[in-house]
Structures are given as structure tokens and as C-alpha cells.
């Protein structure tokens, strides 16, 4: 949206009585907490009272009415291009927050069989039994739905925790091995050919010896021949 800054009010993983404002900067990072003490103390200590705007002066606050979809997109581009979701079933605990419509929806775009909860928020249940501080109710919902992984974010979707099947944890496990698997794969390449290349080295210069020993006795013999 090409913003200069960003505000969110938001309780984070807490409930909803703890809410407090958020502030983020224009490329969509948090200000540093230096940054938000100094905002605290020009508030509180009405220092901005004399510069800050009232009534018509305020603004308006405008509906922007293709958000989500816009999110949605920009989530969906950070999946791998040609690769799907579709065969997986994903139970998705929104904790009644931020992210109520968003995760569902980009995981169903990308193929997913989604089963959510946590996604009827009425202002004052965010949080309240469900979500990442409470995951019980995700983690019962992987293993009635027969689910190969569950998601559940707290009231912002900052935070997740994920709940596993035994045979999801061993797929992912050798995901996140495949690297490392890779990473030693090729030393050992390397070192191979790094043997080979000797093993010809160590051939060449023997033939090369045993030339300059067959052209000394040549020439030794052909001395001797002459004399």
C-alpha cells in the first residue's frame, strides 16, 4: 500500500482487555522499542498537546476493501512456484484473531483441505481457550481429522505452533534433512574426485619418470656405442 507507517491494535497472545496500539514502519518491520519509549514519553508527558490535531483537522479513516485478497496473493507468491498443497489436510486453530480468514484462505487457495476453528471472533473472545496458548483443541482436531499437520496462531497470527502426525514428523524431518543430506553428498563428491585427480597426478609423473630413465640409458648407451 506503499504506507508510511503502520498501527495495530492488538492484546498479541493475551486477552482482550490487554489491548494496546502497535506501530510499524513503512517497510511493514515493528519500530525498534527505543523508538516506541519516545513516542510513550511525548504522550504522556503532553509535550505534543500543542501540535496535536483535533476535530476536523483529524483525517478519515477509509475502508480499504480489497485487503484481504491483496494478502492473500502476496502470502500465496512466497509458496514455491508449481508446487501444491493439494492431498494435505491442514487443522487451523485462528484463535478468533487476525488471521480468522487470511490462513484459511491461502492455504485453500494452495490446494489444501483446511479444517478450522478459532475463526468466530466477537471482540472480546480472541485468545480465550483456543489458539497458540491454548492448543489442545488443534492438536485433539489433527488426530480425530486424521490431519497431517495442524496450525494454530495467537490473537495478531505472529506466532505459531504446529502439531505433527508421527509419519508427518518423519516427512518433515527428512524435508529439513535433505539439505544436509545434500551439503554431504557433494564432499563426498569432491573428495573423490579430488583422490582421482591425484591417483592421474601421481600416473603422470611416474610416466614421466620412467621416460627420463629410458632416454638416460639411451643416451648412456649411445655413448658408449660412439666410444
Given at each position: 500500500?506503499?504506507?508510511?507507517a503502520?498501527?495495530?491494535?492488538t492484546?498479541?497472545?493475551?486477552?482482550?482487555?490487554?489491548?494496546?496500539?502497535?506501530?510499524?514502519?513503512?517497510?511493514g518491520?515493528?519500530?525498534?522499542?527505543?523508538?516506541?519509549?519516545?513516542?510513550?514519553?511525548?504522550?504522556?508527558?503532553?509535550?505534543?498537546?500543542?501540535?496535536?490535531?483535533?476535530a476536523?483537522?483529524?483525517g478519515?479513516?477509509?475502508?480499504?476493501?480489497?485487503?484481504?485478497?491483496?494478502?492473500?496473493?502476496?502470502?500465496?507468491?512466497?509458496?514455491?512456484?508449481?508446487?501444491?498443497?493439494e492431498?494435505v489436510?491442514?487443522?487451523?486453530d485462528?484463535?478468533h484473531?487476525?488471521?480468522?480468514?487470511?490462513?484459511?484462505?491461502?492455504?485453500?487457495?494452495?490446494?489444501?483441505?483446511?479444517?478450522?476453528?478459532?475463526?468466530?471472533?466477537?471482540?472480546?473472545?480472541?485468545?480465550?481457550?483456543?489458539?497458540?496458548?491454548?492448543?489442545?483443541?488443534m492438536?485433539?482436531?489433527?488426530?480425530?481429522?486424521h490431519?497431517h499437520?495442524?496450525?494454530?496462531?495467537?490473537?495478531?497470527?505472529?506466532?505459531?505452533?504446529?502439531?505433527?502426525?508421527?509419519?508427518a514428523?518423519?516427512?518433515?524431518?527428512?524435508?529439513?534433512?535433505?539439505?544436509?543430506?545434500?551439503?554431504?553428498?557433494?564432499?563426498?563428491?569432491v573428495r573423490v574426485?579430488?583422490?582421482?585427480?591425484?591417483?592421474?597426478?601421481?600416473?603422470?609423473?611416474?610416466?614421466?619418470?620412467?621416460?627420463?630413465v629410458?632416454?638416460?640409458?639411451?643416451?648412456?648407451?649411445?655413448?658408449?656405442?660412439?666410444?
Amino acid at each position: 500500500l506503499r504506507a508510511d507507517a503502520g498501527i495495530v491494535i492488538t492484546a498479541s497472545h493475551n486477552p482482550y482487555d490487554d489491548n494496546g496500539i502497535k506501530f510499524f514502519r513503512h517497510d511493514g518491520y515493528k519500530l525498534e522499542d527505543t523508538i516506541e519509549q519516545q513516542i510513550e514519553n511525548l504522550v504522556f508527558s503532553g509535550e505534543i498537546d500543542h501540535v496535536r490535531p483535533t476535530a476536523g483537522e483529524i483525517g478519515k479513516a477509509v475502508r480499504i476493501d480489497d485487503a484481504l485478497g491483496r494478502y492473500v496473493e502476496f502470502a500465496k507468491r512466497s509458496f514455491p512456484r508449481g508446487q501444491t498443497l493439494e492431498g494435505v489436510t491442514i487443522v487451523v486453530d485462528c484463535g478468533h484473531g487476525a488471521a480468522y480468514k487470511s490462513t484459511p484462505c491461502v492455504l485453500r487457495e494452495l490446494g489444501a483441505n483446511v479444517i478450522v476453528c478459532g475463526n468466530r471472533p466477537d471482540g472480546t473472545n480472541i485468545n480465550a481457550g483456543c489458539g497458540s496458548m491454548h492448543p489442545e483443541q488443534m492438536c485433539h482436531w489433527v488426530q480425530e481429522h486424521h490431519a497431517h499437520i495442524g496450525i494454530a496462531h495467537d490473537g495478531d497470527a505472529d506466532r505459531v505452533l504446529l502439531a505433527l502426525l508421527p509419519l508427518a514428523v518423519l516427512a518433515v524431518r527428512v524435508a529439513l534433512a535433505a539439505p544436509a543430506l545434500l551439503v554431504v553428498l557433494g564432499v563426498l563428491v569432491v573428495r573423490v574426485v579430488l583422490v582421482v585427480l591425484l591417483v592421474l597426478v601421481v600416473l603422470v609423473v611416474l610416466v614421466v619418470l620412467v621416460v627420463l630413465v629410458v632416454l638416460v640409458v639411451l643416451v648412456v648407451l649411445v655413448v658408449l656405442v660412439v666410444l
